[in-house]
T-cell receptor, first 112, second 111 residues
């Protein structure tokens, strides 16, 4: 079992709709959670970080964390064609040095 | 805006040759990560440095890969000899406390 799991997609979303991405993790003591966006052929770009249970909003993005259920999600509101990318979920362990592990990514395709 | 610098951006090498990648993290970032990303997969951690010390290299194929960060600043990842299966994107990231930021990566093609 991978330590960070995501559906690979592709997730097809009409322009203007909400894209909902999910991620589960296996290490119960993980403390830091991140979402990265990666365009084809480019490197990952950090878009959201969340550390405590609940919701965190930044512009059109909302990250949700539920540590009891060991999942973290990302909502993209008013999806735009420029949001078409692969979204990577990353989890940082609580080791003193903080190992950062990634899921395999969910491809999002926003259709006009 | 501070960035993680990586070079080269692209590298084509023949199998059995040696290849090296360089990374300069954001100034002041003590943690440096090297990842390998195969097309269609997520980044896989190869090695993690805290200052000049290796804190995790459990997934580094040590028979052919080596990494160093001698002065705790920039870092070099080497492959010798390269194999066809090493073709991938090699990503460097750095972190000061929690958030990690990536460089542009090196696309390696082994022929």
């Amino acid at each position: 079992q991978k330590e960070v799991e995501q559906n690979s997609g592709p997730l097809s979303v009409p322009e203007g709709a909400i894209a909902s991405l999910n991620c589960t993790y296996s290490d119960r003591v993980s403390q830091s959670f991140f979402w990265y966006r990666q365009y084809s052929g480019k490197s990952p770009e950090l878009i959201m970080s969340i550390y405590s249970n609940g919701d965190k909003e930044d512009g059109r993005f909302t990250a949700q964390l539920n540590k009891a259920s060991q999942y973290v999600s990302l909502l993209i509101r008013d999806s735009q064609p420029s949001d078409s990318a692969t979204y990577l979920c990353a989890v940082k362990t609580t080791d003193s040095w903080g190992k950062l592990q990634f899921g395999s990514g969910t491809q999002v395709v926003v259709t006009p | 805006e501070a960035e993680v610098a990586q070079s080269p951006r692209y590298k084509i090498t023949e199998k059995s040759q040696a290849v090296a990648f360089w990374c300069d993290p954001i100034s002041g970032h003590a943690t440096l990560y090297w990842y390998r990303q195969i097309l269609g997969q997520g980044p896989e951690l190869l090695v993690q440095f805290q200052d000049e010390s290796v804190v995790d290299d459990s997934q580094l194929p040590k028979d052919r890969f080596s990494a160093e960060r001698l002065k705790g600043v920039d870092s070099t990842l080497k492959i010798q000899p390269a194999e066809l299966g090493d073709s991938a994107m090699y990503l460097c990231a750095s972190s000061q406390k929690s958030e990690a930021f990536f460089g542009q990566g090196t696309r390696l093609t082994v022929v």
